[in-house]
């Protein structure tokens, strides 16, 4: 079994300024992360995903994420939110190999403010 | 040219009812979800396809029943409606089944029973 903790429910942050939404995962298996974004009215669109090879992954806009496998964490950042990052951020994990669900987290609302 | 698409985007209705939400991806994925989301975001897996067989069928009430005519569609119908069931719905898909696979959502259909 696992389990994805998101302990902010809601992050307010000035337009410009960094930003990092916490997620905390534990799994009995090795794992894949992944965040995924939903803007308002719409669906969840995939961020970013770390399923192996270096920790440090990124996304087209500019977030990145760290898989730290001691901390049992993948923390969102952003060095300078824009008011279009302003959305909802679920943080999901699934054991790796063969076919097993992905489990999401409760999500983080991102309020970017002008 | 919506990706994955579902109708209707919102379903009020009485306890007792029937009702089915439609779902419908022109991505050429061979596996499909529906996905419960409750009042505090939580996202649920309920039900997974690939290729028109059922993959997975989490603890959901039997009054749920998935049906997949093709690997395109997977329509979620729902008898007797209780108040418990009021969520947003989504409907997903990726390429094929495995916990790396990208997963592309339907923009959710918000059931209101009443």
């Known amino acids: 079994a696992q389990s994805v903790t998101q302990l902010d429910s809601q992050v307010p942050v000035f337009e410009e300024a960094p930003v990092e939404l916490r997620c905390n995962y534990s799994s009995s298996v090795s794992v894949y992360l992944f965040w995924y974004v939903q803007y308002p009215n719409q669906g969840l669109q995939l961020l970013l995903k770390y399923l192996s090879g270096s920790t440090l992954v990124e996304s087209i806009n500019g977030f990145e994420a760290e898989f730290n496998k001691s901390q049992t964490s993948f923390h969102l950042r952003k060095p300078s939110v824009h008011i279009s990052d302003t959305a909802e951020y679920f943080c999901a994990v699934s054991g790796s190999g063969g076919y097993q669900k992905v489990t999401f987290g409760t999500g983080t609302k991102l309020q970017v403010i002008p | 040219d919506t990706a994955v698409s579902q109708t209707p985007k919102y379903l009020v209705t009485q306890m007792g009812n029937d009702k089915s939400i439609k779902c419908e991806q022109n991505?050429?994925?061979?596996?499909m979800y529906w996905y419960k989301q409750d009042s505090k975001k939580f996202l649920k897996i309920m039900f997974s396809y690939n290729n028109k067989e059922l993959i997975i069928n989490e603890t959901v009430p039997n009054r749920f029943s998935p049906k997949s005519p093709d690997k395109a569609h997977l329509n979620l119908h729902i008898n007797s409606l209780e108040l418990g069931d009021s969520a947003v719905y989504f409907c997903?898909?990726?390429?094929?089944?495995?916990?790396?696979?990208?997963?592309?959502f339907g923009q959710g259909t918000r059931l209101t029973v009443v």
């Open positions: 997903a898909s990726s390429l094929y089944q495995g916990p790396e696979a990208e997963a592309f």
């Open positions: 991505l050429g994925h061979d596996t």
